[in-house]
């Protein structure tokens, strides 16, 4: 009896791997970026569990539609994957399935793409029920248009990266199922987000909500660390996608006060959309912040790129035009001859910060900062409630900072400061109390 994998199963040995990308131009800028993307390929693969032991480019401005590379380059690719005896072939573009049938084919290993290996290092990292849910999901979005012969390498035999989640051992998997589960995990996604929206109603709203975002491997994990010293410390790992669920810390403001701050997943370029699409309900947390922190690695020579990568990212989640402050991380790695820059980008971001997580430079500014981008989001105003209408002023007390409290003997009048997305609730209130 033939047997199916078992969703996100582990492996120990390390896979032996080639990578593929193609050079569009000859010009040195498109060159260079080329074998910058390649070089991220290769973490991407040392996350899941490979050793790049090759690389392969070819300079041609489009993939070949059989073969993606051009026959020679084919050839010279297989020389090398019987030499150093080579088990998978990672291409930096997203392939299709023809494309992967024909590779198949005349390579005798495994293909597999960017898009692909991407699902399969959330689905190795995934811990809780609504990753695994959304892992699941995406991994059979991404499977759907690709039920043909040229999946066999998902059977059991072959086993490793690419195999984790939602494989089959027979060729003629049934696409009907494949949809009624994609239905199944939609539906699950769908009550877990309604049971999300229950615990966000029912929270305080006089904490300002704050959400890291930033490319993958940035330092995200760290800043949290240090500005939320004094509680459990967030897992940290120097690899891509170290941790895919959102982690919630409070962090200390002045006089006495305090924020959420949320430590979000990475991204990184060309990322899955179904991805995104999957994880939206992780990614709540970005859409609903109050105010973003974009944390930058200042110290790569690409972060002007992962920058917009990041911003074309928070486009898609309807949440690019929020309160942003500019965390540029990493200055102690800056070298001497690249210091001029924190001039240039202090111009360019209104609100830029530039720190070390991981040493503790600038976060004192860094709240500063946050502190003067809550006052510029909140407005001021002064009540008086009647005695008998007390529960308000205690509910007033949730829904904004209380500066000043005097009493008389028919009112209690209070200053508060109330936070801009919380003015339409204060008003309702108020109208109950006239």
Known sequence: MKESVRFFETHKARERAAIVTLIRSNDEETRARALEHLSELALLADTAGADVLYRLTQ????????????????????????????????????????????????????????????????????????????IELAQLEYLLPRLTR????????????????????QIETDRRLVKTRIS???????????????????????????????????????????????VSE??????????????????????GRQALVTDTVGFIRKLPSRLIASFRTTLREVEEADILLHVVDIASPSFEEQIEVVYETLRELDAHLKPTIMVFNKIDALS???????????????????????????????????????????????????????EIASRLHDLGEVTERVFTETHVRLRLRVHARNKERVERLLATAA
């Open 336 to 390: 001497d001859d690249r210091q001029q820059i924190t001039h240039e980008l202090r111009v360019q971001y209104p609100h830029a910060v530039f720190v070390s997580a991981e040493r503790g430079i600038g976060i004192e500014q860094l709240k500063n900062e946050i502190e003067k981008v809550i006052t510029e989001a909140s407005f001021e105003l002064t009540v008086e409630i009647p005695l008998a209408h007390y």
């Open 184 to 230: 199944i995990l939609k539906e699950k996604l769908a009550e877990i987000e309604r049971q999300h929206r229950t615990r966000r109603e029912g929270r305080s709203d006089e904490l300002t909500r704050i959400a890291l975002v930033g490319y993958t491997n940035v330092g995200k994990s760290s800043l949290l660390n240090t500005i939320a010293s004094g």
């Open 59 to 134: 300079e041609r401005p489009t993939p070949d539609v059989a073969l993606y590379l051009g026959k020679g380059k084919v050839e010279e690719l297989k020389k090398h994957i019987e030499m150093l005896e080579i088990q998978l072939v990672l291409f930096d573009d997203d392939l299709s399935p023809v494309q992967i049938r024909n590779l198949e084919k005349e390579l005798g290993v495994k293909i597999l793409d960017r898009s692909g290996l991407i699902l399969d290092i959330f689905a190795s990292r995934a811990r809780t029920r609504e990753a695994k849910t959304q």
């Open 150 to 169: 040229a999946w066999t390498h998902l059977s059991k035999q072959m086993g490793g990266i690419g195999t984790k989640g939602p494989g089959e051992t």
């Open 234 to 255: 967030v897992f940290v790992e120097n690899r891509l996608f170290a941790t895919l669920d959102a982690t919630t810390r409070a962090m200390a403001l002045s006089h």
